[in-house]
């Protein structure tokens, strides 16, 4: 949805379904292109870019078990080199090492994904746009119109207690935040981590 939040130093997360579909066999797709924008974005928002996992911008085969969803199981596609930013722009090229085939006559997905960097501002802004014939296949190339995704926006404020309630003469207190919180390594939370600390109001009545 419009919006959406995404951590400082988040894992990887799609920002575009490419559905590439070839018209004959031994096709294969040779770059696909990414333009960024948003407010406040800059490519510093983003993790370095590399080659392979560890990219702040990569691009993912669907081939892992659930067809059609970004998931842990799909396959990142190793690029030639690593690419860079286009310089005085936010545009970048990802070409596969190897030309990626194609399913002759029926749709082969990809995913470009991104993961932030730890310096990402709160509440910058992040728009991937799919630009005319940004995909170029052995086939040819698309799509005739641009394709731009929903923004997701940087949340990187920490999480503050948003309301306490209990009951007189019960051991425990619902505490509610004012954004999704969870365990760091994931996780229920569980009474030995002691992931709140109550310090004595200094009151006769606690």
């Given at each position: 949805?419009?919006?959406?939040?995404?951590?400082?130093?988040?894992?990887?997360?799609?920002?575009?379904?490419?559905?590439v579909t070839a018209s004959?066999?031994?096709?294969?797709?040779?770059?696909?292109?990414?333009?960024?924008?948003?407010?406040?974005?800059?490519?510093?928002?983003?993790?370095?870019?590399?080659?392979?996992?560890?990219?702040?911008?990569?691009?993912?085969?669907?081939?892992?078990?659930?067809?059609?969803?970004?998931?842990?199981?799909?396959?990142?596609v190793t690029l030639a080199?690593?690419?860079?930013?286009?310089?005085?722009?936010?545009?970048?090229?990802?070409?596969?090492?190897?030309?990626?085939?194609?399913?002759?006559?029926?749709?082969?997905?990809?995913?470009?994904?991104?993961?932030?960097?730890?310096?990402?501002?709160?509440?910058?802004?992040?728009?991937?746009?799919?630009?005319?014939?940004?995909?170029?296949?052995?086939?040819?190339?698309?799509?005739?119109?641009?394709?731009?995704?929903?923004?997701?926006?940087?949340?990187?404020?920490?999480?503050?207690?948003?309301?306490?309630?209990?009951?007189?003469?019960?051991?425990?207190?619902?505490?509610?935040?004012?954004?999704?919180?969870?365990?760091?390594?994931?996780?229920?939370?569980?009474?030995?981590?002691?992931?709140?600390?109550?310090?004595?109001?200094?009151?006769?009545?606690?």
């Amino acid at each position: 949805f419009p919006g959406a939040p995404i951590p400082a130093s988040s894992p990887v997360t799609a920002v575009l379904k490419v559905s590439v579909t070839a018209s004959a066999a031994d096709k294969t797709l040779t770059s696909v292109q990414v333009n960024f924008s948003g407010t406040g974005f800059a490519a510093t928002d983003l993790a370095s870019i590399a080659t392979g996992t560890a990219s702040g911008v990569a691009l993912y085969n669907d081939a892992g078990g659930t067809a059609g969803s970004f998931d842990g199981t799909d396959a990142v596609v190793t690029l030639a080199a690593s690419p860079n930013w286009t310089p005085s722009t936010t545009n970048i090229v990802l070409t596969p090492a190897t030309p990626v085939a194609l399913a002759n006559g029926s749709a082969t997905v990809f995913y470009v994904v991104i993961k932030t960097s730890g310096t990402i501002a709160n509440d910058d802004r992040i728009a991937a746009t799919l630009p005319v014939n940004g995909v170029i296949t052995s086939d040819g190339s698309g799509p005739t119109t641009a394709f731009v995704a929903n923004e997701l926006r940087a949340d990187t404020a920490a999480a503050s207690i948003a309301s306490i309630s209990g009951f007189v003469g019960s051991p425990t207190v619902t505490v509610r935040f004012n954004k999704p919180v969870q365990k760091v390594g994931g996780g229920a939370l569980l009474l030995a981590d002691s992931p709140l600390v109550y310090v004595d109001g200094g009151v006769t009545a606690q």
